[in-house]
């Protein structure tokens, strides 16, 4: 009796917190929620990577705590503990990587659905490659039609505005002598809007495939028109290879960069060059594009990544009651309190052997060595004489 009486409350609880706005601050890179499996005193916490532009969910088994990613993760799945209905094997793909486990059904509850006792969920046990994944999870946010993904879980339990809005903040950034780290997010469910993100400009997403946008794109004069244009919160952003060797390949100076900008009817999204700078070696002496390349040549997409959202919140939402029409929004990121500050930071001086720390000018050092070898030739010639 006091069993079933537990069980009551827990699902009155979880019934009463249905349709709340909801929001979350997070350290890091990424966003992320917390997943557990059992109902009663949950053992453990997984923290679940939140992706947009990812389609499954998963959770790395025991059997990848230091075999699946390039660094050893923990908690990791033990179904021994856990004791979910195997139901079959599942291959799928991350981060071009191959990945291969078990299907569970079985109780999930995490920080943005309600506990479902028959919950079906994906373990993987083997990985055809490290994967640079550092959380115990992944959480594809991913949604289209009305496909059965766990994106259209967290709408169906918001209230009337289905929506989640993420405001990743300032990307990491590395400059001569200054440093931007430690970034700080915050996202939030069932909510029309967010501290620190301006007013949302809605766009319709492109129909059964994700959170993907028609729309044009423009670098320094050039407009590629009409393209598929998705969004990643931590990822670089991805240009097609032919823009990538036009554009960012060979580039040297800042001044070569170009500006970017996000061209819809509903507006222009712009952000400044000054975002594609990152200098990532010791002296902090050589500029790097931050910019990746499309890994298939055939790709026309774009992806705008954090350097493009460090600037703009982003919103994903759903328009209907049948959770089947979707929109994106994007609204100028403004400044507050816990963004991460620029620090001066100077990195160390290049050595003789690296070169002169005078920017390859040679300078004091091709002096002092011209001098110690006149000095040479002048004790020779004396000695001979």
Do not use: H
Not at 139 to 157: Q, T, Y
Not at 266 to 276: A, K, L, Q, R
Not at 300 to 327: H, K, V
């Amino acid at each position: 009796m006091k069993l079933a009486m537990y069980f009551l409350i827990l699902c009155c609880a979880f019934s009463l917190n249905l349709g709340v706005a909801k929001r979350f601050e997070y350290d890091g890179n990424y966003p992320y929620i917390n997943s557990w499996f059992t109902a009663v005193n949950p053992i453990k916490l997984f923290k679940t990577k939140l992706e947009i532009e990812y389609v499954f969910s998963f959770y790395l088994g025991k059997e990848c705590a230091a075999k699946c990613t390039t660094s050893p993760i923990s908690p990791t799945y033990d179904n021994d503990i856990y004791n979910a209905v195997r139901t079959k094997n599942i291959s799928i793909g991350y981060k071009i990587r191959t990945y291969t486990g078990d299907q569970y059904e079985g109780y999930l509850a995490t920080d943005l659905t309600s506990p479902d006792g028959n919950a079906t969920f994906d373990v993987i046990t083997k990985a055809y490659g490290p994967s640079p994944l550092d959380a115990p999870g992944v959480l594809g946010l991913f949604v289209a039609g009305n496909r059965d993904f766990m994106m259209r879980k967290m709408f169906s339990e918001m209230g009337r505005t289905k929506q989640i809005i993420f405001r990743r903040g300032p990307f990491v950034q590395y400059l001569p002598t200054s440093v931007r780290v430690n970034p700080k997010g915050v996202f939030a469910t069932g909510e029309e809007g967010l501290d620190g993100c301006g007013s949302f400009t809605y766009f319709p997403t492109i129909r059964n495939q994700g959170w993907k946008i028609k729309a044009g794109i423009r670098l320094a004069d050039e407009v590629f028109d009409n393209r598929t244009v998705e969004f990643s919160l931590d990822s670089l952003t991805t240009v097609p290879i032919e823009v990538y060797k036009k554009y960012f390949k060979n580039v040297k100076f800042v001044d070569d960069l170009p500006n970017l900008a996000l061209i819809t009817g509903n507006g222009e999204f712009p952000i400044n060059s000054s975002n594609f700078a990152q200098y990532n070696n010791k002296y902090r002496d050589e500029l790097s594009a931050y910019v990746q390349f499309q890994p298939f040549r055939t790709s026309e997409n774009f992806i705008l990544g954090d350097n493009f959202l460090s600037d703009y919140c982003i919103a994903l939402r759903a328009t209907n009651a049948e959770i089947s029409e979707f929109e994106i929004g994007l609204a100028s990121a403004t400044e507050i309190e816990r963004d991460p500050k620029w620090e001066k930071d100077i990195p160390p001086a290049r050595d003789d052997e690296g070169g002169s720390g005078d920017g390859g000018k040679g300078g004091d050092s091709a002096s002092t060595a011209a001098l110690n070898i006149m000095l040479v030739v002048v004790l020779f010639l004396g000695v001979g004489a």
